[in-house]
């Protein structure tokens, strides 16, 4: 069973930076894409960015150029890097995982992530 674990979630100022890790346990393999979205309140879940085998990087046009995602694919973990964070960032972030391409997605518990001053 393969589980993932986020950390790193926190209060912070506007124009700050947060770094959110996520690691995964429970498979052998490489993991072809890991990626995070997040749920602000009242609103429905939504993806903020990709990393697949290959180190190819996609980003939701809302934070790119702000946002950074790498993983060492060694250690099946994945980093967030978020820098100038806004107000409308504040959301619970989750960490997902596709093992294999088109399988279905494994989901961590997710971390909070508050910009206010």
């Known amino acids: 069973q393969v589980q993932l674990a986020e950390s790193g979630g926190d209060l912070v100022q506007p124009g700050g930076s947060l770094r959110l890790s996520c690691s995964a346990s429970g498979t052998p393999f490489s993991i072809y894409q890991m990626g995070w979205y997040r749920q602000a309140p009242g609103k429905e879940r939504e993806w903020v960015a990709s990393?697949?085998?290959?180190?190819?990087?996609k980003y939701a046009d809302s934070v790119n150029g702000r946002f950074s995602i790498s993983r060492d694919p060694r250690k099946n973990a994945v980093v967030l890097q978020m820098n100038n964070l806004k107000p409308e960032d504040t959301a619970v972030y989750y960490c997902?995982?596709?093992?294999?391409?088109?399988?279905?997605?494994?989901w961590g518990p997710g971390t909070q992530v508050t910009v206010s001053s």
């Open positions: 990393i697949l085998t290959g180190a190819i990087r």
């Open positions: 997902n995982a596709i093992i294999r391409r088109g399988g279905d997605p494994y």
